[in-house]
């Protein structure tokens, strides 16, 4: 069944939960900047560096809230995400100068990392709104995101700048209904000052 249970006031409710609601909430319009403006090849990478930062915020500040009814059931909703977003993360760091990243061994690597980072931060989007309490159709508009970006990464084949097909449009959807969703959480962790409740589901 589902139990209402109250998230603990700590760290999250005070000063380290807002600063990570508002690195949450600049990954997620830098993420969502793309769709507004033309941003410099050497500008973008430093956006694509504020998204994956304000990304692992979000999962922290969020896992940290949960942590305090269900420590187990958050950090295995928040595992997968923080591997697949820090591993990216350093991998676009190890990347920075590389005349072709995206070329043999590590091009694949980095493929992986994506791969998982999307999928984590579904698995995370999901599994949050499961246990409700923290902007709960936020984190399933991130699970939904998460899934669709997915379908527009080039080594699956699926689409390309030379041969587009529907699940270009459909990608580009799910990144910006994951960046208004990494915004809408930071948003919660930055101005939810009080506990609230959550349902986490337990056996009978």
């Known amino acids: 069944m589902t139990d209402d249970v109250t998230h603990r006031p700590d760290p999250s409710h005070g000063i380290t939960g807002r600063v990570l609601g508002v690195a949450g909430i600049l ?3 830098f ?3 793309a769709f507004v403006v033309d941003i410099p090849p050497n500008v973008n990478t430093a956006r694509i560096y504020a998204f ?5 915020a979000v999962v922290v500040g969020v896992s940290s809230r949960v942590g305090g009814v269900a420590p187990g059931r958050a950090w295995v909703a928040a595992l997968p995400a923080l591997l697949g977003i820090g591993g990216l993360l350093v991998w676009e760091l190890l990347a920075t100068g590389r005349p072709s990243p ?3 061994d590590f091009g694949l690597v980095g493929f992986y990392l994506a791969l998982l980072s999307w999928l984590g931060s ?3 989007g999901l599994m949050t709104f499961r246990m409700g309490g923290l ?3 936020a984190a399933l508009a991130l699970a939904v995101g998460s899934v669709l970006a997915v379908l527009g990464i080039d080594r699956l084949g699926l689409t390309s700048s030379s041969g587009p097909t529907i699940f270009g449009p459909i990608s ?3 990144i910006a209904l994951s960046g208004i969703a990494w915004v809408l959480l930071g948003l919660d962790l930055l101005l939810r000052a009080q506990p609230h409740q959550a349902r986490v ?3 009978a």
Request: glycine letters at 20%.
């Open 102 to 104: 995206f070329a043999g």
């Open 172 to 174: 580009l959807v799910g």
């Open 201 to 203: 589901s337990s056996s």
């Open 122 to 124: 579904a698995w995370f």
């Open 27 to 29: 990954g997620g319009l």
């Open 135 to 137: 902007a709960r159709w």
């Open 31 to 33: 993420l969502l900047a």
């Open 52 to 56: 994956l930062i304000g990304s692992l």
